[in-house]
C-alpha cells in the first residue's frame, strides 16, 4: 500500500493532485483543516491536509464497479472514494477503501477501539499498534482527561499509517510529546515577567502559598536585583504572620500587615519604594465563596497586579477545577503547582492547563528556600508524562 499526504487550498485542489499521482483507484484514509504561513501567529491561510492511499496491486479493471455508495458512519480516519467535486467525474473515482479488505479491516477496528476511549477509566488493551497502546497507557496512568487522550490517539494512529505502519516505540513515543506540547504551548509559561508591581499569590489551604511566595521573593532578589517587599492578609491562620515574618528577616525585606481595605492602601504607600510587592493571602475552605469575596474586601485588585493561583498536585482532579472555578471571580494569570515531589501523577497539570486555559508560572519540588521551585516550561511539564530520549 502506499500512502501520500497532500496539502491544499481545498478539497477539490487536492482530489485533482491525488488523481493526478495515484490514479483513479486511490482513497482518502484522513483528512483535516489546518492553518500555514502567517507573520507573527496573525493571517495565517487555511488548508486542507489529505492523507490518500493506492494498493499498487490492484487496478482499475480488477476492482468491481460497486453498484450502491456504502453510507460512513462518523469514523475516526474518514474513509471514501475521491468524489464530489464539479471538477472531477464522480463516476471514475467510485471506488471505496471497502475494495482494500485488508486495509478496510485494520481502519474498522483503529475507528471503533479509538471511539471507544472516551468511555474507558481504567486501563484497556485494544487491537491498535502496539507503540500507540504504550502511549495510551502512558497517559492513563497519568490521568490525562480522555478528550486530550483521544485527540492525541487520532492523529497519533493517522501518522502511524501515514509513515508505513512500520516506525520504532521510540519514535511514536516522541509523536506523543509533540502533540502533547501543541496542546499547551500557546499559553504563558516562565517566571514573573516584573511588569507588573504587585504579584498576588491565592489558593486553598495547605498548598503551600508562604512558601512559594518567599521562594518567589527570594528568586527576585538574588537573580533579579530587585528590592521587594511582603503584604499579608493572612490574619486568620495561627503563625501565618510569624512564619513571614521569619522569611521576611531572612530576606531582610519589610513586611506589612492588612486586615482591611484601608490597611492595604496604608502599606503600599510604605512600600511604595520596593520594586516588586508580594502579597500573601490567607488560606481557607475552596468550597465557602464568601472567602473569595473576603479577599476582595482587603487586596485592591484594580491596581497593576499579577495573580498566580496555587495549587497541589496531590489534589483530585475535581477539587482542582472546583479550586480554579471558586477563585475564578479573582482574574487569574497564571498556576503555580506545588508538590510535585509528592506525587507520580502528574496529568492535571495538562488538564487544567487545556480547560482552564491558562499557563503556569512556577512548579515547586519540596520546602527548600529558595532552591525547591523552578520556573514552568511547556516542555518540562509534558517530559513528565511522556519522557523520551
Same mark, same amino acid.
Given at each position: 500500500? +502506499? !500512502?501520500? @499526504?497532500?496539502?491544499?487550498?481545498?478539497?477539490?485542489?487536492?482530489?485533482?493532485?491525488?488523481?493526478?499521482?495515484?490514479?483513479?483507484?486511490?482513497?482518502?484514509?484522513?483528512?483535516? =483543516?489546518?492553518?500555514?504561513?502567517?507573520?507573527?501567529?496573525?493571517?495565517? @491561510?487555511?488548508?486542507?491536509? =489529505?492523507?490518500?492511499?493506492?494498493?499498487?496491486?490492484?487496478?482499475?479493471?480488477?476492482?468491481?464497479?460497486?453498484?450502491?455508495?456504502?453510507? =460512513?458512519?462518523?469514523?475516526?480516519?474518514?474513509?471514501?472514494? !475521491?468524489?464530489?467535486?464539479?471538477? /472531477?467525474?464522480?463516476?471514475?473515482?467510485?471506488?471505496?477503501?471497502?475494495?482494500?479488505?485488508? !486495509?478496510?479491516?485494520?481502519?474498522?477496528?483503529?475507528?471503533?477501539?479509538?471511539?471507544?476511549?472516551?468511555? +474507558?477509566?481504567?486501563?484497556?488493551?485494544?487491537?491498535?499498534?502496539?507503540?500507540? $497502546?504504550?502511549?495510551?497507557?502512558?497517559?492513563?496512568?497519568?490521568?490525562?482527561?480522555?478528550?486530550?487522550?483521544?485527540?492525541?490517539?487520532?492523529?497519533?494512529?493517522?501518522?502511524? &499509517?501515514?509513515?508505513?505502519?512500520?516506525?520504532?516505540?521510540?519514535?511514536?513515543?516522541?509523536?506523543?510529546?509533540?502533540?502533547?506540547?501543541?496542546?499547551?504551548?500557546?499559553?504563558?509559561?516562565?517566571?514573573?515577567?516584573?511588569?507588573?508591581?504587585?504579584?498576588?499569590?491565592? #489558593?486553598?489551604?495547605?498548598?503551600?502559598?508562604?512558601?512559594?511566595?518567599?521562594? /518567589?521573593?527570594?528568586?527576585?532578589?538574588? @537573580?533579579?536585583?530587585?528590592?521587594?517587599?511582603?503584604? $499579608?492578609?493572612?490574619?486568620?491562620?495561627?503563625?501565618?504572620?510569624?512564619?513571614?515574618?521569619?522569611?521576611?528577616? /531572612?530576606?531582610? *525585606?519589610?513586611?506589612?500587615?492588612?486586615?482591611?481595605?484601608?490597611?492595604?492602601?496604608?502599606? $503600599?504607600?510604605?512600600?511604595?519604594?520596593?520594586?516588586?510587592?508580594?502579597?500573601?493571602?490567607?488560606?481557607?475552605?475552596?468550597?465557602?465563596?464568601?472567602? *473569595?469575596?473576603?479577599?476582595?474586601?482587603?487586596?485592591? &485588585?484594580?491596581?497593576?497586579?499579577?495573580?498566580?493561583?496555587?495549587?497541589?498536585?496531590?489534589?483530585?482532579?475535581?477539587?482542582?477545577?472546583?479550586?480554579?472555578?471558586?477563585?475564578?471571580? !479573582?482574574?487569574?494569570?497564571?498556576?503555580?503547582?506545588?508538590?510535585?515531589?509528592? $506525587?507520580?501523577?502528574?496529568?492535571?497539570?495538562?488538564?487544567?492547563?487545556?480547560?482552564?486555559?491558562?499557563?503556569?508560572?512556577?512548579?515547586?519540588? #519540596?520546602?527548600?528556600?529558595?532552591?525547591?521551585?523552578?520556573?514552568?516550561?511547556?516542555?518540562?511539564?509534558?517530559?513528565?508524562? /511522556?519522557?523520551?530520549?
Amino acid at each position: 500500500m +502506499k !500512502i501520500q @499526504k497532500y496539502i491544499a487550498r481545498d478539497m477539490p485542489e487536492a482530489m485533482k493532485r491525488i488523481r493526478a499521482e495515484l490514479g483513479n483507484d486511490a482513497v482518502i484514509l484522513h483528512s483535516k =483543516v489546518i492553518y500555514k504561513g502567517g507573520f507573527l501567529g496573525l493571517f495565517k @491561510k487555511r488548508n486542507i491536509e =489529505v492523507l490518500a492511499a493506492i494498493d499498487p496491486s490492484l487496478s482499475e479493471t480488477s476492482i468491481p464497479q460497486q453498484p450502491k455508495k456504502r453510507e =460512513v458512519r462518523n469514523p475516526v480516519l474518514i474513509k471514501q472514494p !475521491i468524489t464530489n467535486t464539479k471538477s /472531477i467525474d464522480e463516476a471514475s473515482m467510485s471506488k471505496r477503501v471497502s475494495d482494500f479488505p485488508d !486495509i478496510a479491516k485494520q481502519l474498522d477496528e483503529i475507528n471503533q477501539n479509538v471511539q471507544a476511549f472516551g468511555d +474507558k477509566s481504567n486501563n484497556v488493551s485494544f487491537s491498535i499498534p502496539t507503540p500507540i $497502546t504504550k502511549v495510551v497507557n502512558q497517559l492513563d496512568k497519568q490521568e490525562i482527561d480522555p478528550t486530550i487522550k483521544n485527540r492525541m490517539v487520532k492523529e497519533l494512529v493517522a501518522k502511524w &499509517y501515514a509513515a508505513g505502519e512500520n516506525v520504532a516505540e521510540s519514535d511514536v513515543f516522541k509523536w506523543a510529546q509533540q502533540l502533547l506540547l501543541a496542546e499547551i504551548s500557546s499559553y504563558s509559561f516562565g517566571e514573573v515577567s516584573l511588569a507588573k508591581k504587585y504579584i498576588n499569590v491565592i #489558593g486553598p489551604t495547605g498548598v503551600g502559598k508562604t512558601t512559594t511566595l518567599a521562594k /518567589i521573593a527570594a528568586n527576585i532578589i538574588l @537573580k533579579k536585583q530587585k528590592t521587594v517587599g511582603f503584604i $499579608t492578609t493572612d490574619t486568620y491562620r495561627i503563625g501565618a504572620i510569624e512564619q513571614l515574618k521569619t522569611y521576611a528577616n /531572612i530576606l531582610d *525585606v519589610p513586611l506589612e500587615v492588612c486586615y482591611s481595605m484601608e490597611d492595604f492602601e496604608q502599606a $503600599t504607600k510604605k512600600l511604595e519604594s520596593c520594586d516588586v510587592i508580594l502579597i500573601d493571602t490567607a488560606g481557607r475552605n475552596f468550597r465557602n465563596k464568601k472567602y *473569595v469575596e473576603d479577599l476582595m474586601q482587603v487586596v485592591d &485588585y484594580k491596581r497593576e497586579m499579577e495573580t498566580l493561583l496555587v495549587l497541589s498536585l496531590t489534589a483530585k482532579q475535581r477539587d482542582l477545577e472546583e479550586i480554579y472555578q471558586q477563585f475564578s471571580a !479573582i482574574e487569574i494569570d497564571s498556576f503555580v503547582f506545588t508538590k510535585l515531589d509528592e $506525587t507520580s501523577s502528574y496529568g492535571a497539570m495538562i488538564n487544567l492547563i487545556v480547560s482552564c486555559q491558562k499557563g503556569v508560572a512556577y512548579i515547586t519540588t #519540596g520546602q527548600n528556600v529558595p532552591d525547591d521551585i523552578v520556573p514552568a516550561t511547556p516542555l518540562k511539564l509534558v517530559n513528565k508524562i /511522556i519522557e523520551v530520549d
